[in-house]
């Protein structure tokens, strides 16, 4: 099995910063693509953030330039540090990541995983 867990979520002041981050566990072959969505109150997930496990970025245009995503491949970890905040942030942020896995008999194959979210609640 495999799981992903987000942390670092919390109540922050409009124009504050947050660090989140996204640990992978269990059988994990490989990570390829990582990154971050997010769901406000009423609204569909929506993407934030991802990177290839090659490299590059790509960002939501409401959160370039104070957004940047990196990752640790060695940790298997994703982060999302989120500068400049603003109320319009506020939702429930989900770790995600395309992972090479193996099944019992030792199949490999790639699968989509989600971590549980973590609360951002920005207040004004």
């Known amino acids: 099995q495999v799981q992903l867990v987000e942390s670092g979520g919390g109540l922050v002041q409009a124009g504050g910063s947050l660090r989140l981050s996204c640990v992978g566990s269990?059988?994990?072959?490989?990570?390829?693509?990582m990154g971050w969505y997010r769901q406000a109150p009423g609204k569909q997930r929506e993407l934030v953030a991802t990177?290839?496990?090659?490299?590059?970025?790509n960002y939501a245009d409401s959160v370039k330039d104070r957004f940047t995503v990196s990752r640790d491949n060695a940790e298997n970890t994703v982060y999302l540090q989120m500068n400049s905040l603003k109320p319009e942030d506020t939702a429930v942020y989900y770790c995600?990541?395309?992972?090479?896995?193996?099944?019992?008999?030792?199949?490999?194959?790639?699968?989509?995983?989600w971590g549980e979210g973590t609360l951002v609640t920005v207040s004004s």
């Open positions: 269990g059988s994990i072959v490989s990570i390829n693509a």
């Open positions: 990177i290839p496990s090659g490299g590059g970025t």
């Open positions: 995600y990541a395309n992972i090479r896995t193996r099944s019992s008999s030792f199949v490999a194959y790639n699968a989509n995983y």
